[in-house]
């Protein structure tokens, strides 16, 4: 039996994964016969080996496939026995901890002939659920303000968002979570808040803006990384913007539902020809601080100055 896990949420899909090992090692206790394989690193020849040898006490084995998307021959040649292994007593999982390339032939046939899910981000809605689970699995509460500025702090990395769970439920042992707990303690997502200090700069207030992006700044936040998240965002309003004008579906974007929701809000505040004129901008920039034309912060500052 084949089972394909992926998807965007690598934090859910790993948890889904452990779920099965887990399972595996509470019916298999020895996990001798649980085997990990590292496409990068073995061929596919390695990897089928391992059905043509009889496991000790003739135990099922649990064969955990990574990388599997970055090595081509390994793909074909699992594809031509792709029967043959689905149809063993053994169980084999295909672990992808992103979204691959769902053009490729390999993905095509593990989306028909294998058991397989999708981690998408959660909604706004279920993120909120979900959160709010895991404090309830600790046995805290949390104030509705609090919870929404964490959302609003560390958004869909759940990753990040189980760290930040964990250190405010031990910082808060009772009572309930405050809105001055997650100032104090959680640091604000850096893609998050550039959504707002592009938000601030459709909104002409530059102070603001000016103030978000020193805020990284003095946590230490590398300013490459900044300007090459800014010109993240505006290259995403770019591709929003040109399907809005040509009126073709958004969904087409292969961007995350989440933010194309917001980009559209954020394209009502600029025409094509502006958001062409400020990435221009930014790449000029950027060229200028690699070239020790300038520093990284001062060109920060008169990007926006700019805008």
């Avoid at 026995?81 to 691959?100: A, F, M, R």
């Avoid at 600790?138 to 769970?165: C, P, S, T, Y």
């Avoid at 980009?263 to 690699?290: A, G, P, V």
């Amino acid at each position: 039996m084949i089972y394909f896990l992926y998807g965007q949420d690598s934090f859910r899909s790993k948890q889904k994964l452990n779920e099965i090992i887990d399972g595996y090692k509470k019916i298999h206790k020895s996990g001798l016969n649980l085997i990990y394989i590292d496409a990068k690193e073995k061929d596919f020849t390695d990897f089928y080996s391992n059905f043509k040898v009889m496991g000790m006490f003739a135990e099922k084995k649990l064969v955990v496939i990574k990388n599997i998307f970055e090595k081509v021959k390994f793909q074909e040649e699992f594809l031509e026995k792709i029967k043959d292994i689905d149809g063993l007593k053994d169980i084999v999982v295909i672990y992808e901890p992103g979204l691959p390339d769902q053009r490729l032939k390999f993905f095509k046939n593990l989306q028909k002939t294998v058991k397989n899910q999708e981690f998408k981000h959660l909604s706004p809605a279920a993120l909120a659920k979900w959160v709010s689970s895991k404090f309830e699995e600790r046995g805290v509460k949390i104030n509705f303000d609090a919870l929404n500025l964490l959302l609003n702090f560390v958004g869909n990395n759940l990753w990040q968002m189980f760290g930040e769970i964990n250190k405010l439920a031990n910082y808060r042992k009772t009572g309930a979570i405050t809105l001055q707990d997650v100032e104090l303690l959680v640091k604000p997502n850096i893609e998050n808040d550039i959504f707002k200090t592009i938000d601030a700069l459709a909104s002409k207030n530059k102070r603001e803006a000016l103030n978000l992006l020193h805020k990284h700044l003095d946590n230490g936040d590398n300013s490459l990384y900044l300007l090459s998240m800014v010109a993240y965002q505006f290259r995403n309003l770019l591709t929003i913007k040109e399907l809005q004008n040509s009126r073709r579906p958004l969904a087409t974007c292969g961007l995350h539902p989440f933010v194309v929701k917001k980009s559209s809000y954020l394209c009502n505040y600029f025409t094509y020809e502006q958001l062409k004129k400020i990435y221009q901008k930014i790449f000029q920039i950027d060229n200028d601080i690699k070239s020790g034309k300038i520093e990284p912060e001062t060109a920060l500052d008169l990007l926006v100055s700019q805008i």
